[in-house]
Nanobody
Framework: QVQLVESGGGLVQPGGSLRLSCAAS????????VGWFRQAPGKEREGVSC????????YYTDSVKGRFTITGDSAENTVYLQMNNLQPPDTAVYFC???????????????????WGQGTQVTVSS
C-alpha cells in the first residue's frame, strides 16, 4: 500500500518561498513518477510538476516554470517542490501523487495518478 505524506505548506507573503515535501512509504520512487498538483477553491485540480524516478526527468506547468523546482531524494524516498517568488494565484491545497507509469508524468493529468496524499495548504497573501 503506497502512502504519501505532504508537509511544508503555510502562509507566505507575495515573493516569498516555501518547500513542500512528499514522503513516500510502501513503494520505491526509483521506478515511478511523482507529481505535485494543486486545487484552489472552486477550481479543478491542476498539475503543477512531476519527476520520473528512473532518470529524473522533470515537467512543469507553464505558470510555474522558472519559479518552482521539483527534486527527488531516493535515499529518503521523498520528493520536494521548491517554490520561489510565490504569488496569490499560487494559493491552493497542494497534493503529491504517485504512479508506476513514468510516461504519465509528462501529461500532468490527475486521472493518471492512483495514489494521493492528504494535501497541504499554501496561502500567499500580504
Amino acid at each position: 500500500q503506497v502512502q504519501l505524506v505532504e508537509s511544508g505548506g503555510g502562509l507566505v507573503q507575495p515573493g516569498g518561498s516555501l518547500r513542500l515535501s512528499c514522503a513516500a512509504s510502501g513503494a520505491s520512487l526509483d521506478i515511478s513518477a511523482v507529481g505535485w498538483f494543486r486545487q484552489a477553491p472552486g477550481k479543478e485540480r491542476e498539475g503543477v510538476s512531476c519527476i520520473t524516478g528512473s532518470d529524473g526527468k522533470t515537467y512543469y506547468t507553464d505558470s510555474v516554470k522558472g519559479r518552482f523546482t521539483i527534486t527527488g531524494d531516493s535515499a529518503e524516498n521523498t520528493v520536494y517542490l521548491q517554490m520561489n517568488n510565490l504569488q496569490p494565484p499560487d494559493t491552493a491545497v497542494y497534493f503529491c501523487a504517485y504512479t508506476v507509469v513514468e510516461g504519465m508524468c509528462a501529461f500532468l493529468n490527475p486521472v493518471d495518478f492512483g495514489y494521493w496524499g492528504q494535501g497541504t495548504q499554501v496561502t500567499v497573501s500580504s
